[in-house]
Each structure stands twice: as structure tokens, then as C-alpha cells.
């Protein structure tokens, strides 16, 4: 069965589509994602969805991608052909906590073949600790593909969507004996020399070789950029300059800047306190050639001898960074297969090569 996608006038055409996958017994289970602007209400969805009894995850974000194209508000609905073992966590119960519910429901889920969608609360500020959890539960046998939900006016509500209805501060898993493949890059080249983040506050970091963290930031990107900072235009900027993690044998990981204030760096997730990070920059091009190594490597580590659908999980600054040349990103991706997807507020992929890690500025495409 097709992906569904259709504009939020009425819940009427929820249920339709909804009750149809319902019936049909082709469909396991429900990817079910909608954009944050001219959403349903929490009170109209929860009804639904409790009367369907197949499995359904999924979340509010940004941005839908449909047909390749980008889709600013709407419903996108993703029939699977495989079962989902689906699990609601509480992120602000503790790590300790959360291990035991998996224990509980997930207990039979360690197998090498496997794959495991998450989609979490983008403002949470438990989600390190959960996706940390989350990954010695699991390990490195499952492939890992998801990312955050939310609205880009940073405003926390309920953005995570299960079978119960709409979740705040929360977590959804969907383990499958399918195995996924996939592609993740970013195409973010360092300008920099590695620099060590020396004291750090949460998502703040504060000290760069112990000193203030903007004063660094700010003299590297001004020289490489021919640009001043002001009190309005950091997030212009910055945009195009985000952070790389320096990791042994694996491509950086990227983080993302939003805003400074009392000479800190504030980012959508965290660096750790004494991590060497280096200062990123990309172009269009670079950024398209990422989508197209994305592609060829999920298209190389699938088995499928026929692919007419992909999935796309895009960030969502991307999107802001390349503005009406996001189009030609999509495009080039949409040239393998037909694309569905989402733009995230922070990206997961992992399919067994390091730990598992929250990703900024990525871009990920999934073959199943």
C-alpha cells in the first residue's frame, strides 16, 4: 500500500485512512507524522487512535516531505508490511527506570537482524541520557533510524504520537525483525583546528581552551565568513558555521549552534565537556553531494532488487541553511526512488559502526 498524505481541513480523513490500514492485512504497522503548522488537536487525534489496534508511532515536526517535495503543513501516513513492538518512555523517569521498561517489554528484541525506529521530544532534556540507555539496552545489533520532535518555536508540547494519543516530554520505540538499510552524511567541512571544549553547562558550551566559548567561535568564523556578528544576526550566521564532534574512524558529528548570550554558545544537543570540536562550514554543493552519498550508500546495503519507495529523515536546518536550493537537495535524492519523509529537529542512524549518537544538520535515507 502507498503513503498517505493529505492536508489536516478535517479529522474525518484521519480515521478514513487510518480504519482503511486498519482493514487491510497487508499493513503491520503505522508510521504516522504530521507537520506542526495547522495540526490536528490533541483531544481529535487521541480518539482515533485509540480505536486502531495496529501499531502506530511517530510525531509532530517541522516539516513532511512527500513525492520528494517539501510539505510545510499536512498529515504523512507510511504503511509498514512488518510488526512493530512499540514502547511509550517517560523521559523524565531516570536512566535505571527506563532500562527496566525495556527489560520488561523488550526483552526478546536483542536479535542481530533487527531495526529500531525512535522518535523522541527534541526539547527534552533527558534525551542524551535516554538515547544513551537506549543503546546498552540494544547495543549495536539493531539498525537505529528516527529523530526529534517539535516545532521550531522551541515551545515544549506534546509532539510524540502512539496508539494512546498525543505524549509530552516523552519517547517512542518501534523494534522490528526487519533490518533496515541505511545512508547517513552531512557534507559539513572543517575550517578550523581542533579546540577543546573545556567547560560546558547542559546544552551550553561556556569554554572553548578555556576561554570564552563566543570569543572563539566568533574570531574563526568572522575571519573565514568576512562577516561581524550583531546583536540580530548570530542565527544568519551561524546557520552556515555549525560545530563537528572529532570522532576516531567515523565522520564528525555535527552540532548546531542557535544562539549566544553572556559570551556562551547555546546548542539544539550537547557536547561534552572535554570533547574536541572543530568549526564547520558547507556550500549548497557540498550539501547536495551528502544527499546523493546518502542515497548510494542506504541503495548499496540493501538487499531489495526493486526499490520504488525511500524514506527521508532531513534536518531541518539543512532546510533553513540552503532555503530555496532545498529543493535541489530533495531532488537529487528523489532521482533513486519515490521519497516520503520528515525534517527533524536532531537525526538518529546507526547501524552498528559506533555508539549511537543524536546527529545535527544530517541527512538520512532508509531502504525497508
Known amino acids: 500500500m502507498n503513503d498517505i498524505y493529505f492536508y489536516p481541513k478535517n479529522i474525518t480523513s484521519l480515521k478514513y485512512h487510518l480504519t482503511k490500514f486498519e482493514n487491510d492485512t497487508n499493513v503491520k504497522s503505522v508510521l504516522f507524522f504530521m507537520a506542526d503548522k495547522q495540526r490536528y488537536t490533541e483531544s481529535e487525534i487521541d480518539l482515533i487512535l485509540k480505536d486502531i489496534k495496529k501499531p502506530i508511532i511517530g510525531g509532530i515536526f517541522p516539516e513532511l516531505i512527500f513525492k520528494g517535495q517539501k ?44 531495526s529500531l525506529f525512535v522518535f523522541y521530544d527534541a526539547l527534552s532534556e533527558n534525551k542524551s541520557n ?18 526529534g520532535a517539535g516545532s521550531l518555536n522551541f515551545n515544549s508540547f506534546p509532539c510524540i504520537i502512539s496508539n494512546k494519543g498525543l505524549h ?7 523494534w522490528s525483525k526487519t533490518k533496515i538499510a541505511i545512508g547517513a552524511t552531512h557534507g559539513w567541512r572543517s575550517i578550523s583546528t581542533p579546540l577543546k571544549v573545556t567547560k560546558t553547562n547542559k546544552n551550553e558550551i561556556i569554554d572553548i581552551n578555556w576561554k570564552p566559548a563566543f570569543e572563539i567561535y566568533k574570531e574563526i568564523v568572522e575571519l573565514h565568513s568576512n562577516k561581524i556578528f550583531n546583536t540580530t544576526n548570530f542565527f544568519e550566521i551561524a546557520k552556515s558555521y555549525p560545530l563537528g564532534i572529532s570522532k576516531i ?60 519507495t525511500i524514506f527521508c529523515l532531513d534536518c531541518i536546518s539543512r532546510s533553513l541553511y540552503m532555503e530555496d536550493n532545498f529543493d535541489l537537495e530533495l531532488n537529487a535524492v528523489e ?9 527533524s529537529i536532531g537525526e538518529i542512524a546507526n547501524s552498528g559502526e559506533s555508539v549511537l549518537e543524536i546527529f545535527n544538520k544530517t541527512i538520512v535515507i532508509a531502504i525497508w
Not at 509498514?80 to 536512566?95: A, M, R, V, Y
Not at 532521482?335 to 525534517?343: D, F, H, N, R, V
Open 71 to 114: 510539505k510545510k503543513t499536512g498529515v504523512l501516513l507510511i504503511p509498514l508490511q512488518f510488526e512493530l513492538k512499540t514502547q511509550i518512555i517517560n523521559l523524565s523517569d531516570s536512566s535505571e527506570s527506563i532500562l527496566n521498561q525495556l527489560e520488561i517489554t523488550q526483552k526478546n528484541s536483542i536479535t542481530t537482524s533487527s
Open 249 to 308: 574512524d567515523a565522520e564528525k558529528v555535527v552540532r548546531d549552534p542557535y544562539k549566544t548570550l553572556d559570551n556562551k554558545l547555546y546548542l539544539i544537543d550537547k557536547v561534552n565537556e572535554g570533547e574536541y570540536i572543530e568549526v564547520l562550514n558547507g556550500n549548497t554543493e557540498s550539501l547536495i553531494n551528502s544527499a546523493i552519498s546518502a542515497t548510494e550508500k542506504a541503495f548499496l546495503n540493501s538487499n531489495k532488487k526493486e526499490i520504488k
Open 335 to 343: 532521482q533513486k526512488a519515490l521519497t516520503s519523509g520528515i525534517l
Open 168 to 174: 509530552k516530554n516523552a519517547a517512542i520505540i518501534g
Open 130 to 147: 535516554f538515547i544513551e540507555t537506549l543503546f546498552n539496552f540494544f547495543g549495536v545489533n539493531p539498525t537505529y533510524i528516527g529523530g
